[in-house]
């Protein structure tokens, strides 16, 4: 039964940081690409960050969000994924969730739909 918990959320202050994790068990970890994904109250459920299975490529949502501000890594030794957030914008306030890839060593998409388990996410507030 493969389980994702994610922790790390909070209410932190424009400017600040969060760092979130994701521990998995359950599963072969090191054969999965990762992702994060985020939704805001009334909006869809949509792409952060993404990390291969080796942790050797990333992909970030496009510039104007979090790229540049947003790391994603993980440790295969530790099932974990980690999403470090920096100069949080009010506009980054969502429920946090990591998500498995579909299938094993592929690249990993930015469709909710090519990912199969997802954790029960993490609140971050980010205030003004």
């Known amino acids: 039964q493969v389980q994702l918990v994610e922790s790390g959320g909070g209410l932190v202050q424009a400017g600040g940081s969060l760092r979130l994790s994701c521990a998995a068990s359950?599963?072969?970890?090191?054969?999965?690409?990762m992702g994060w994904f985020r939704q805001a109250p009334g909006k869809e459920r949509e792409f952060v960050a993404a990390?291969?299975?080796?942790?050797?490529?990333?992909?970030?949502a496009d510039a104007d969000s979090v790229k540049g501000r947003f790391t994603i890594s993980r440790d295969n030794a530790k099932n974990t994924v980690y999403l470090q957030m920096n100069s949080l914008k009010p506009e980054d306030t969502a429920v946090y969730y990591c998500?498995?890839?579909?299938?094993?060593?592929?690249?990993?998409?930015?469709?909710?739909?090519?990912?199969?388990?997802w954790g029960q996410g993490t609140q971050v507030t980010v205030s003004s």
């Open positions: 998500a498995v890839s579909k299938y094993a060593y592929t690249i990993p998409g930015r469709a909710t739909f090519e990912y199969d388990y």
């Open positions: 359950g599963l072969p970890f090191s054969a999965y690409a």
């Open positions: 990390i291969s299975w080796s942790g050797g490529n990333r992909y970030y």
